[in-house]
């Protein structure tokens, strides 16, 4: 598996490259151990920090998971291929079925860490809903878990006298979701907005997803908006970024 080469490369990121390889040809599978700092530093003649380095490069890139005690191992859950456009189709959640239906096909998903209550709106989220500083909005917050691996962290803000009362306001917002209760309440979403960017994540957010050292997140911001242009819900989701592909198809 050694291949030294001559260029400029930094050596971390040629063991990187040829570990990348051997995955990718077979030779280790999903679950499957890769070598360890010990073994990669006899095979390339390389320092303790060169091997941790080129480790953790594979683990950055969602290739390669830690395993606290074990090693290093290849892997095995599929990433989610996230449908942007098709999953926030009215005929979806508009008919009962959770805009995950779309992404997530027979694997098996578990929303917990659910919590919904009241409170002040943040100041950017109190301007977009256009609400009065200090205006009150509901709050719910819950992770997503897929196959048992946790993916992301959703927490949506829509002004609290909207759906005061309604099934939003509960931990179980019924068939369809929040837009489907929205729909019923009369104001339903005609459009929405998504604003994506990648960063690192917080600590408690690392700890939440579960994410492996050096494991950036996206953050998408979502708003939905009704008939007549008003926001009706800003939903701030952070993603596990090694699970995930975006996906976005559209008429040319």
């Known amino acids: 598996m050694a291949n030294q080469g001559?260029?400029?490369?930094?050596?971390y990121q040629r063991i990187?490259?040829?570990l990348r390889a051997a995955i990718k040809a077979g030779?280790?599978?999903p679950g499957d151990r890769v070598?360890?700092?010990n073994e990669l530093m006899a095979a390339y003649n390389v320092a303790r920090m060169t091997a941790r380095q080129a480790l953790g490069l594979l683990q950055s890139e969602g290739i390669t998971e830690a395993r606290k005690g074990a090693g290093v191992f290849v892997r095995s859950f599929r990433?989610?291929?996230r449908r942007g456009i098709q999953r926030l189709a009215a005929e979806a959640w508009g008919s009962g079925r959770s805009i995950w239906s779309t992404d997530i096909e027979d694997r098996v998903l578990v929303v917990d860490r659910v919590e919904v209550g009241e409170r002040v709106a943040p100041d950017g989220v109190a301007e977009v809903l256009g609400l009065e500083r200090d205006a009150a909005v509901c709050v719910r917050s819950r992770r997503f878990v897929l196959d048992g691996k946790p993916v992301q962290l959703s927490v949506s803000y829509l002004p609290a006298e909207?759906?005061?009362g309604s099934a939003i306001t509960r931990e179980d917002s019924g068939p369809g979701g929040t837009y489907a209760r929205l729909t019923e309440l009369g104001h339903k979403p005609v459009r929405f907005r998504e604003e994506i960017r990648t960063r690192m994540p917080s600590a408690e957010e690392a700890e939440l997803l579960g994410l492996s050292s050096g494991t950036p997140v996206v953050h998408i911001c979502r708003t939905a908006f009704a008939d007549g242009g008003r926001a009706v819900e800003v939903n701030d989701m952070t993603l596990d970024s090694a699970s995930y592909v975006l996906e976005y198809e559209f008429d040319a």
């Open 79 to 81: 990433p989610l291929r």
């Open 35 to 37: 070598p360890g700092e």
């Open 162 to 164: 909207l759906v005061a």
């Open 16 to 18: 990187a490259a040829d």
């Open 6 to 11: 001559s260029g400029r490369q930094p050596k």
């Open 27 to 29: 030779e280790y599978g």
